[in-house]
């Protein structure tokens, strides 16, 4: 089955600095991943996601790339601000069998962005 | 996502007692999920949903039930075979299979 593993597990920045996370997935037909913002207590929302006949993704300062030849794919945030802290889970979801189209979450990343 | 609602907020189970958590959703979405979130960990998948009177098991099923009775909802119990069922449940659906999931605001359960 998939596995996805998610770096780091905590991110710290100063405010203006970019943001990097990183996801990796060991099942090559996993063709959607989604990256999801969660608030402390609150629920996951979706702020980006890309599907695999796509490399880049982009939605003013949220990126998204995938590299489906070395199964990894990272958000980017530019420009960072104090209410982007949260914790940001990745995700992937496979086209396999019964469990087609489940996601498969990281373990999450707790940003931090420092004023 | 106000379309997707859970309810309670907070749960306590007592001992050996079956608590239900309860999810409608007015998104007209064909599928539904349940995860379970601990402390540090991802979201795990509990239980998941198709069409109506469908549904399979997920990674973590065990202790838990299902029914999909209706298309707008997808309620959970937590039954007393579960013997750690601290922790934060939300509820998702999508409109088919492998497409977004948008979540419910959760229910915390904790033991008394």
């Known amino acids: 089955g998939e596995n996805v593993e998610q770096h780091p597990s905590t991110l710290s920045v100063q405010e203006g600095d970019s943001a990097v996370i990183k996801c990796t997935y060991s099942d090559s037909a996993s063709n959607y991943f989604p990256w999801y913002k969660q608030e402390l207590g609150k629920r996951p929302q979706l702020i980006i996601d890309i599907r695999s006949n796509v490399g880049e993704k982009k939605d003013q300062r949220i990126a998204v790339t995938l590299n489906k030849t070395a199964k990894h794919f990272s958000l980017h945030i530019t420009e960072t601000q104090p209410e982007d802290s949260a914790v940001y889970f990745c995700?992937?979801?496979?086209?396999?069998?019964?469990?087609?189209?489940?996601?498969?979450f990281g373990k999450g990343t707790k940003l931090s962005v420092k004023p | 996502d106000g379309g997707i609602t859970q309810s309670p907020k907070y749960l306590f189970r007592k001992e050996g007692q079956n608590v239900t958590l309860s999810c409608e959703q007015n998104?007209?979405?064909?599928?539904m999920y349940w995860y379970r979130q601990d402390p540090g960990q991802g979201l795990r998948l509990i239980y998941y949903s198709q069409i109506v009177n469908d549904f399979q098991k997920g990674d973590i099923a065990e202790g838990y039930s299902v029914s999909r009775e209706k298309k707008e909802s997808f309620p959970l119990t937590v039954t007393s075979a579960q013997k750690n069922p601290t922790a934060f449940y939300l509820c998702?659906?999508?409109?088919?299979?492998?497409?977004?999931?948008?979540f419910g605001d959760g229910t915390r359960l904790s033991i008394l």
């Open positions: 998702a659906s999508s409109s088919t299979r492998n497409q977004p999931q948008h």
């Open positions: 995700a992937a979801s496979g086209n396999y069998g019964g469990s087609q189209g489940n996601l498969i």
């Open positions: 998104l007209n979405h064909d599928a």
